[in-house]
């Protein structure tokens, strides 16, 4: 609209170029900041979204989500370069045939080394907001987690979710006993905390006569202090 001030990406084209972990001709990973959102929703907040254009590399229209992180989350993020590629993507995340693995530093510990979340989650919408909860009206849910490293009252897991649905880590963690330090909806957060959740990788099968895409992000400066404490190393 003339006369509308748009305001800058929040991220400048080599802040977010330098964010591509993977580029071919189909898909884009990237690295996603915490605290930034994905895309703009009724909020229409600052958001990853608005820094595509500089990711285009010679196509004629920006790259597209395939999928999607909360805003507090850092880490893998897919984008799909074209229709056709953001079609396949969508059938591959759909059929649960990606495998993600997640990284959280959590508050206390899980019942076991290593084991299954398997609650059913609802989602609740109401004036204020959403949040989700545990609960038998809700839909299947399974995050499989593995204890990689302890420390003094928190715990770094290992997470994987077969399942795609909203929070899912976060309640399914925080049910367990064990939130993941600095959730503001289901932990029990400190000033200035933020969320120790990390997207670490994704095995994308896009050919069937290729070897599937494997990406890892190393994880955000906020958790290095939480994941060396619990046994982390660069070199992990």
């Given at each position: 609209?003339?006369?509308?001030?748009?305001?800058?990406p929040?991220?400048?084209?080599?802040?977010?170029?330098?964010?591509?972990?993977?580029?071919?001709?189909?898909?884009l990973?990237?690295?996603?900041?915490?605290?930034?959102?994905?895309?703009?929703?009724?909020?229409?907040?600052?958001?990853?979204?608005?820094c595509?254009?500089?990711?285009?590399?010679?196509?004629?229209?920006p790259?597209?989500?395939?999928?999607?992180?909360?805003?507090d989350?850092?880490?893998?993020?897919?984008?799909g370069?074209?229709?056709?590629?953001?079609?396949k993507?969508?059938?591959?995340?759909?059929?649960?045939?990606?495998?993600?693995?997640?990284?959280?530093?959590?508050?206390?510990?899980?019942p076991?080394?290593?084991?299954?979340?398997?609650?059913?989650?609802?989602?609740?919408?109401?004036?204020?907001?959403?949040?989700?909860?545990?609960?038998?009206?809700?839909?299947?849910?399974?995050?499989?987690?593995?204890v990689?490293?302890?420390?003094?009252g928190?715990?770094?897991?290992?997470?994987?979710?077969?399942?795609?649905?909203?929070?899912q880590?976060?309640v399914?963690?925080?049910?367990?006993?064990?939130?993941?330090?600095?959730?503001?909806?289901?932990?029990r957060?400190?000033?200035?905390?933020?969320?120790?959740?990390?997207?670490?990788?994704?095995?994308l099968?896009?050919?069937?006569?290729?070897?599937?895409?494997?990406?890892?992000?190393p994880?955000?400066?906020?958790?290095?202090?939480?994941?060396?404490a619990?046994g982390?190393?660069?070199?992990?």
């Amino acid at each position: 609209m003339a006369g509308t001030l748009k305001r800058p990406p929040p991220l400048s084209p080599e802040e977010i170029q330098a964010r591509v972990l993977h580029r071919d001709g189909l898909i884009l990973v990237i690295d996603k900041p915490a605290g930034l959102a994905v895309h703009a929703g009724p909020s229409r907040v600052p958001n990853l979204e608005e820094c595509f254009d500089a990711l285009r590399y010679g196509l004629p229209r920006p790259p597209a989500l395939a999928h999607r992180l909360d805003a507090d989350t850092s880490g893998v993020l897919v984008l799909g370069r074209h229709p056709k590629a953001l079609a396949k993507l969508g059938r591959l995340f759909s059929g649960h045939t990606t495998e993600k693995t997640y990284w959280a530093v959590v508050q206390g510990a899980p019942p076991a080394e290593e084991g299954v979340f398997d609650k059913p989650l609802l989602k609740l919408n109401s004036k204020t907001g959403w949040t989700v909860k545990v609960s038998d009206k809700g839909q299947t849910a399974v995050t499989r987690y593995r204890v990689l490293g302890r420390a003094p009252g928190m715990t770094w897991l290992e997470l994987k979710p077969e399942t795609g649905r909203t929070h899912q880590i976060r309640v399914h963690c925080a049910d367990a006993g064990c939130p993941v330090i600095g959730d503001r909806f289901y932990g029990r957060p400190e000033p200035g905390q933020q969320l120790h959740l990390h997207s670490r990788a994704i095995v994308l099968a896009l050919s069937t006569n290729k070897p599937p895409v494997v990406v890892t992000a190393p994880p955000p400066p906020h958790m290095i202090a939480a994941l060396e404490a619990c046994g982390f190393s660069p070199s992990t």
